[in-house]
């Protein structure tokens, strides 16, 4: 109560310094020019003393007066920034990591902050370990103005099931866009959630009939990165994604290493990695178990290295499916190598629909473990998913494919090989090397299946591909 006394005092007085300053500055006018009035001026002069140690009084009064009761708004607090080593903590950004409350909002700022980080060669943004972050439907976009570090040593879940997405935002969970030299790295946990995604009517069921029941079926992918470049993803566990897991669309220059994705058998369409459009593909020393392809290989890619893949439960390393819709499809230079695939339903395959257009060639598949797969060698230039696609003349042409050193056992429900041609256009130069299939119970061989297929064994066969024609279509 007193300083606020002191306060009005002070200010009741500060108007009277200035009539003082006024008064002091006219005494000294008069001072200088009236020499004659000697009397006058001595009096003013101590007039004028006493007036302007009243006047130095006033003032600091009043300034005391204020800095003691009015203090400044206090500075906000700064976003966490590491100058050693440049790392943005999603929990400095307001993120909660309890596997309950929307964490999006902080992760977007974070991710905005280390984007547009200027003066320093790479950023990173953390999700630290013990925490578990939730973050609904979003995108990270780019190009950003350093090399980016996504460090996921936490655990990130999705929401749960479609009633808890957006109803525009279902084809991605988390979206890359646009951004070059974008590493994405951990020990961490990427949980798709996707039970109730798979539980929908709409989705295949493995029964006796196969049917399923119509009604909206988009389903996110987990990751997808989109035009982007100098991309590398290692060390992350994956899991349970509604549909793909990790998918790159237009991309180049892509790295995957020592990831592990697991999903239910029976989950439906949860391929491990998918790659569309996108070309130099490196893809190694990783895990998949799966409900459909650990990798598959869309329209529109060249230049990809599979190898070191343990794969299964699974539908297997697949090109394709291409030329759907009629579409034209073109994939070249594709290997896969130094890989096992066990307790599933394709092996290394090739399928593309009737009606399509295009080329697959220069394709290796070397060095392969089959452990109880139904159909390890397959092509099918027939595929359909309904059991009801019309014929077409029209295919993607299939050329130059290599099987060497491929051994193991097969399921005897399927042939070990299976070369489903088009009638309109052959497959041609299609080799065999060192290739080693035998049943994985009993001793009865089942014998492989060519239809339309040009190509040679060029050392002894087991079982022996008799089936394969050797002179070149047209000849």
Request: hydrophobic share 35%.
């Amino acid at each position: 109560m007193k300083s606020i006394t002191t306060f009005k005092f002070y200010s009741f007085c500060i108007p009277f310094t200035n009539v003082c300053i006024h008064i002091l500055y006219i005494h000294m006018y008069i001072s200088h020019h009236s020499s004659s009035h000697n009397t006058l001026t001595k009096k003013m002069s101590f007039a004028s003393k006493l007036l302007y140690a009243f006047f130095l009084i006033l003032l600091s009064s009043s300034r005391v007066t204020h800095n003691i009761n009015i203090s400044p708004s206090p500075a906000p607090n700064p976003a966490y920034y590491d100058d050693n080593n440049n790392v943005f903590d999603v929990t400095s950004f307001g993120a909660i990591g309890d596997c309950r409350t929307d964490d999006t909002s902080a992760f977007k700022m974070a991710w905005d902050t280390a984007c547009m980080t200027i003066g320093v060669d790479s950023a990173v943004l953390l999700v630290p370990y013990t925490f578990c972050f939730l973050v609904k439907p979003t995108s990270f976009n780019g190009p950003c103005r350093t090399r980016l570090t996504l460090q996921i040593d936490g655990i990130i879940v999705s929401p749960d099931g479609p009633k808890s997405w957006p109803w525009n935002f279902k084809r991605q969970w988390l979206m890359f866009y646009r951004v070059n030299g974008l590493s994405i790295q951990g020990s961490g946990l990427v949980n798709g959630r996707g039970q109730k995604w798979w539980d929908l009517p709409c989705k295949p069921h493995k029964g006796v009939n196969g049917t399923t029941q119509p009604g909206p079926c988009d389903s996110p992918v987990a990751i997808r990165i989109f035009q982007s470049s100098k991309v590398k993803i290692k060390g992350l566990a994956f899991k349970n994604s509604a549909q793909f897991h990790v998918r790159f669309d237009n991309c180049d220059d892509v790295v995957v290493d020592s990831v592990t994705i697991n999903a239910p058998a029976s989950s439906p369409n949860t391929d491990g990695i998918h790659i569309e459009n996108t070309h130099n593909v490196q893809i190694r020393n990783s895990v998949i178990s799966n409900g459909d392809d650990c990798v598959s290989i869309g329209a529109g890619c060249f230049n990809v290295d599979i190898k070191n893949i343990t794969c299964g439960p699974s539908h297997g390393i697949s090109i394709g499916s291409l030329g759907v819709h009629n579409s034209s499809a073109w994939v070249s230079n594709i290997t896969v190598t130094n890989s096992t695939i066990w307790n599933s339903d394709n092996g290394v395959r090739i399928k593309t629909w009737q009606g399509g257009s295009g080329l697959v060639s220069r394709i290796v598949f070397r060095n392969i473990l089959m452990v109880n797969v139904r159909n390890p060698i397959m092509i099918d230039q027939y595929y359909c998913q309904t059991k009801n696609c019309a014929n077409q003349t029209s295919a993607v042409i299939i050329s130059d494919v290599l099987y060497a050193n491929i051994k193991g056992s097969y399921d005897l429900r399927s042939p070990p090989m299976h070369f489903g041609c088009s009638d309109s256009f052959p497959c041609t130069n299609l080799r065999l090397e060192d290739v080693d299939l035998f049943p994985y119970k009993g001793q009865l061989f089942e014998n492989p299946f060519c239809w339309n297929a040009y190509g040679s064994m060029q050392t002894v066969t087991v079982p022996p591909v008799n089936c394969l024609l050797e002179a070149l279509p047209g000849c």
